[in-house]
Every structure is written in structure tokens, then in C-alpha cells.
């Protein structure tokens, strides 16, 4: 039986549901990955690691219903209307995203299983650093479950300070390390830590410009002059 227009957009709230349910479950492995970092909890670190597996298969099982969705809806020639594709396209790469930020918070969680019971006196912006990250990545899953470029615009103005975060806790880790108080191993996996911490930031940009793009049907775009640059999409 030919597939709908109503039938497709329950698919497609079907999918952009059980997103929702991946974004908080990565939200919740990045909270627990964080606290491992304080607390030098390796097996909580190691329970992490393997639950990425989980996040692996939803991906790939989100992945597969959305192109089987898409396939049928061009067999059928289902009158789908230009903010479903929207949508459906939206998931599809949201999915993607949230997949390489479970693999950041793995890689995470892999540097304090190296870290071990050592001791090590990590600048206290590096708590404020992931405290922020983990505040940026549940605002992106709102930003996606309700649709709302307001919010995804939020997500992207915490990118600069992501990135000052970053330099602030380099620059303090090379003082330490220079003073003694941050052996060269800890500065090398704390440095570690931030970078994919960054790179979880990055995620949800990338993130909360297809929700932009869901929203208003315009593209954004990051400029070194201009900061984001929405751009509307013809015909769209």
C-alpha cells in the first residue's frame, strides 16, 4: 500500500522521538564520563566505554528507518511537503552527530581509565569547562526535540567560550606543569580531555544549525569575519 503524507510524518516523529531518547542518553554518558574525571572512577570510565555500543546501534537502526522512509516515500510518490523532507533530512544527520559525540565522551572516559589513582591537580576551570559543555549539550537536545531555532542559536553563541575555556586551562596546565604541580603524563591526558571536549562543542553546533535549518528553512554558516551567517535556501 502506498505510504501517505500522514503516514510519513508519523514516521518521521517515530525517528525524531527516539532522537530525542539518544540525545539523552549521550547527555547522560557525557554527564557520568565527566564526574569519572573528578572522582578517577575508571570502572564507571570502563561501563561508559562499553555503552557506546549502545549508542552505535541506535545509530545504525535510526539510520536504516530513515532511508528506508525516504526510499518508500520516492516509490510511492508520497506528496511530502518541503518542511517533512526538512525534518527528515534533519535526523538524519542529528543522528550522526550525536554518534560522534558518545565516540568524543568514549575517548573521554578511555584517558581516565589511562589516568588511573594518580593525583593530579587539574585547574578548576576544567570542571567549569565540562560543567558548560554538559549545559550546552542538553540545551542542543531541547533545541532539537522542540524545533526551536531560539535555542539553537544559544548553542551557538557558547562557542566562543568553549574555546576560551580551552585556552585558559592550556595556558594554566603549562604554568603547572612549569611549577611542578602537573606532572607532564596528567598535562598530556588533561590536554586530551579538553580537546575532545571542544570537539563535543563542535557537535553540537553542527547540531544546532540543522535545527536552524528545520526551523526557518535557512542555512548557517560560520565565518571568520561575521560570526553566523544564516543564508536562505531558494526554493525552500
Not at 115 to 123: A, I, N, Y
Amino acid at each position: 500500500m502506498p505510504i501517505s503524507s500522514e503516514q510519513f510524518q508519523e514516521k518521521i516523529v517515530s525517528i525524531r522521538t527516539r532522537l530525542v531518547e539518544q540525545g539523552v542518553l549521550v547527555s547522560e554518558l557525557t554527564e557520568g564520563v565527566f564526574d569519572s574525571i573528578y572522582a578517577r572512577d575508571t570502572n564507571r570510565a570502563q561501563d561508559i566505554i562499553q555503552r557506546d555500543d549502545e549508542v552505535d546501534q541506535a545509530d545504525i537502526e535510526i539510520e536504516r528507518d530513515a532511508v528506508d522512509l525516504m526510499t518508500r516515500a520516492a516509490h510511492d510518490t508520497c506528496p511530502a511537503r518541503a518542511d517533512q523532507i526538512r525534518s527528515l533530512l534533519t535526523a538524519v544527520k542529528v543522528n550522526n552527530e550525536l554518534e560522534r559525540i558518545a565516540d568524543a565522551t568514549s575517548a573521554i572516559a578511555a584517558r581516565v581509565v589511562a589516568l588511573g589513582d594518580r593525583e593530579s591537580l587539574f585547574p578548576k576551570t576544567t570542571r567549569v569547562m565540562t560543567n558548560s559543555i554538559l549545559a550546552v549539550l542538553r540545551e542542543t537536545v531541547k533545541a532539537f526535540d522542540e524545533t526551536s531555532a531560539k535555542r539553537a542559536k544559544l548553542v551557538l553563541s557558547s562557542e566562543g567560550n568553549t574555546l576560551a575555556f580551552h585556552e585558559v586551562i592550556t595556558r594554566d596546565a603549562e604554568m603547572r606543569v612549569a611549577d611542578g604541580r602537573l606532572g607532564v603524563d596528567n598535562a598530556f591526558d588533561l590536554h586530551a580531555i579538553i580537546n575532545q571536549a571542544v570537539i563535543i562543542g563542535d557537535h553540537c553546533s553542527n547540531i544546532a544549525e540543522q535545527v536552524i535549518y528545520e526551523a526557518t528553512g535557512t542555512i548557517v554558516r560560520h565565518t571568520s569575519g561575521s560570526g553566523w551567517v544564516e543564508q536562505d535556501l531558494p526554493g525552500l
